[in-house]
């Protein structure tokens, strides 16, 4: 397959991670699925099963391609288990340094060293990343959108170790499961939180200020300017407590008050509103099942 990878080992069975999943699987390889909360790998499973029976009724997948892929997935109980014979690992894990740190040393000592090690993370720095790894060259960031299975897009990340072979062999990963990759340089946010989350934020603002309704706000943008969502819409997707996460980390770096957290994002977070899988953030959403992985759109 693609760079010498054939098996790919996604850790975190979450909104992204069983999407990736899904993707890995559906471009033709071997893959598996791993999660630290009991039951969240098969529920991730479902979800996968779910997905792709929607994509038969519109038309989208045969049948056979829905049989093809779940054959590729599999679930595992323990992290050994999961990424032995891995030649790609990507952790899919909630937005935590520490968490995302402590995983990836582990998972290092786990697998061979021609293992390439890849993070999902939406704004957290691969470089800072690398350096708690003994080989921090084939660690690179793969940053993919929410819901992955329909979002085309893939910002591949160089930390400041990441190996050329290994970018090169992200490129031709993605390419194969049918994304358009970028290549961005590790900097704060990246390119598309970036810039993702500045809208998202002055959306809130406006909201707290009195301007505009979410609906209108999330409206002006699908319309005027022909986002197929609006960054309240967005944000509701992508999880109110993930972006508070993630411009509080910017806002720190970069020191910028374009990501000084607006007050009703810490309010809505901290009365548990936190989008769909909660059930309510700046719109009503029918209850989700949580589970444990994470990760930006």
């Known amino acids: 397959m693609t760079g010498g990878i054939e098996r790919v080992a996604v850790l975190g069975a979450g909104t992204m991670g069983h999407g990736i999943a899904q ?33 038969i009724e519109r038309g989208k997948l045969s049948p056979d391609d829905r049989v093809e892929t779940l054959a590729r997935l599999s679930i595992a109980s323990e992290l050994r288990g999961a990424v032995q014979g891995a030649d790609l690992v990507i952790e899919a894990v909630p937005e935590r340094f520490e968490l995302k740190a402590a995983l990836l040393g582990e998972v290092e000592g786990l697998v061979s060293t021609g293992c390439i090690l890849a993070s999902n993370t939406s704004g957290l720095s691969i470089t800072s990343l690398q350096d708690g790894l003994e080989r921090g060259e084939r660690l690179v960031g793969l940053h993919f959108f929410n819901p992955v ?74 319309l005027g300017y022909r986002h197929p969502m609006g960054p309240l819409r967005l944000t509701d997707l992508i999880g109110l407590d993930i972006r508070l996460d993630i411009a509080s980390h910017l806002y720190e770096r970069l020191g910028s008050e374009v990501f000084r957290p607006p007050k009703i994002l810490k309010r809505l977070v901290a009365e548990g509103k936190l989008g769909k899988k909660s059930g309510e953030g700046f719109y009503e959403w029918e209850r989700e099942r949580m589970t444990a992985g994470g990760g930006e759109g």
């Open 23 to 55: 993707v890995t699987a559906m471009g033709g390889f071997e893959t598996v699925l791993y999660d630290t909360v009991e039951g969240a790998a098969e529920v991730g499973l479902e979800r996968i099963a779910a997905n792709l029976q929607g994509g």
């Open 149 to 222: 299975h329909i979002i085309p897009l893939v910002e591949i990340v160089r930390g400041m170790a990441t190996g050329g072979g290994v970018v090169e062999t992200a490129l031709s990963f993605v390419r194969a499961i049918g994304k358009e990759p970028i290549v961005v340089r590790d900097s704060p946010g990246f390119a598309s939180s970036r810039l993702g989350l500045a809208l998202g934020l002055e959306a809130m603002r406006m909201v707290e200020e009195g301007v505009a309704s979410p609906e209108a706000i999330d409206t002006a943008m699908e």
